[in-house]
Structure formats: C-alpha cells, structure tokens
C-alpha cells in the first residue's frame, strides 16, 4: 500500500497542512509516523480527507461532516451516501456566498419555511 507525505496530501486532497493536521487531531485520519517523526498518509487516509473535503464543499458543517464519514463504510464515495435527515441537501443552494448577514439570516427564512412540513411551495 503506497504511503504519502503530508505535502503530497496536501495536493491530492486540496487541503491545507494544517487542515491535514487538525483533522488528524479530531481523529478522521491516524498516519503512520517515520522514525524521525514524519507523517505517512494511507491512502485510506486521503481518501477519507478528500471525502471530508467533498462534504465540506457541499455545505455541511464539519461536525456534520464527521459524523457522516463515522457512519459511512470505508471507501464509499461521498456521492453514492443516502441523505441523512438533518444535514444540508447537497443540491440546495450554498448560503457561502452570501456577503452581508442580513442576507445571510434573509436566506436561511426562507430555506426553514420551505423545509417546514405541510407546505407545498
């Protein structure tokens, strides 16, 4: 099984080293270290932080995100995952690229009155 740096990771997955490094704190990956200290990446391991990235990129939160990687199999994509009641849907619109909180909170109304049971639109 091939093993990789943390900047090899950084690369593969688009993370930062220190991203890399605060989700291996929060256990979403455990690499293998050198005699000297350094980190090897499985490629479970990258794997599992492109996932978490995937997630973080579809609006999930990352307490959100974690819990989905910690109920999935290990090696399923992101996208073959059922939706989970309680996560942001992945075809909903991001709220990300809204700049004023006003339209922030304008937004989020409007997504709790369409999500509210016994609506029709």
Do not use: C, N, W
């Not at 930062?16 to 455990?30: L, P």
């Not at 990352?62 to 995952?81: H, I």
């Amino acid at each position: 099984m091939s093993r990789y740096t943390i900047g090899q990771v950084e690369r593969k997955t688009g993370l930062s080293q220190r991203q890399i490094r605060y989700y291996e704190q929060k256990g979403v990956v455990r690499p293998e270290r050198t005699a000297g200290g350094h980190r090897l990446y499985s490629e479970d391991d990258v794997a599992r932080l492109q996932s978490l990235a995937s997630f973080l990129a579809r609006g999930y939160t990352l307490a959100q995100a974690l819990a989905a990687l910690q109920a999935r199999p290990a090696r399923r994509r992101v996208e073959e995952l059922p939706a989970k009641e309680g996560f942001v849907r992945p075809e909903a619109p991001s709220l990300y690229p809204l700049v004023g909180r006003d339209q922030f909170l304008r937004r989020l109304r409007e997504r709790e009155r369409d999500d509210e049971p016994g609506q029709d639109g």
